[in-house]
C-alpha cells in the first residue's frame, strides 16, 4: 500500500499531474477519485476510485487492483469470503464468518477496513 500513497502524494509531482494541483484535488477533478463517505471514528473524509482511475492513472489503478486482489485472497485464506474458482468468472461471496463479530474483532484495523470494503463492494454489486 506504500507504494500506492507514493504514486498518490508524490512530493516530487512526478505522477504526470500539474505541479500547483495537489493530487487528491486532481482525481477529484478528473472525475477518478469521488467522496464515499465520513470516517466514523476520525471524521475525515473517505474517497473512493470511480472506474475513470484507469485511464486518469493507470498505474494507480494497477496498483490499487493488486492491493485489492491481495485482500481479497488474505480474506478468502482466513475464511472471512468464499471464492467460487471452477467458474469462467470466479465469484466472490461473504461467508458467515464475515458477519461474526467476535472474528472480525481479531482481525488488524487495516483488515476489518478491507472487509469492510469487500462487503461494500459486493452489496453495490447487487444493487
Same mark, same amino acid.
Given at each position: 500500500m506504500g507504494k500506492l500513497f507514493r504514486m498518490i502524494f508524490d512530493? @516530487?509531482?512526478?505522477?504526470?499531474m500539474p505541479q500547483d494541483i495537489p493530487t487528491i484535488d486532481y482525481l477529484i477533478l478528473q472525475g477518478a477519485v469521488e467522496v464515499a463517505g465520513i470516517?466514523?471514528?476520525t471524521g475525515e473524509l473517505l474517497y473512493v476510485f470511480s472506474p475513470k482511475i484507469k485511464e486518469v492513472m493507470? @498505474? #494507480?489503478y494497477a496498483e490499487h487492483m493488486n492491493y485489492?486482489? =491481495?485482500e481479497i485472497m488474505n480474506m478468502w485464506e482466513n475464511g472471512f469470503v468464499d471464492i467460487?474458482?471452477?467458474s469462467d468468472e470466479? $465469484?466472490?461471496t461473504l461467508s458467515d464468518k464475515a458477519f461474526? *463479530?467476535?472474528? *472480525? $474483532? =481479531? #482481525? $488488524?484495523?487495516?483488515?476489518?477496513? $478491507? #472487509?469492510? @470494503?469487500?462487503? =461494500?463492494?459486493l452489496?453495490?454489486?447487487?444493487l
Open positions: 512530493p @516530487e509531482g512526478n505522477n504526470g470516517d466514523d471514528n493507470p @498505474e #494507480l485489492v486482489n =491481495r467460487d474458482f471452477i470466479p $465469484s466472490v461474526d *463479530i467476535n472474528e *472480525i $474483532s =481479531r #482481525l $488488524s484495523k487495516e483488515q476489518q477496513w $478491507s #472487509l469492510q @470494503e469487500i462487503k =461494500r463492494m452489496l453495490k454489486i447487487k
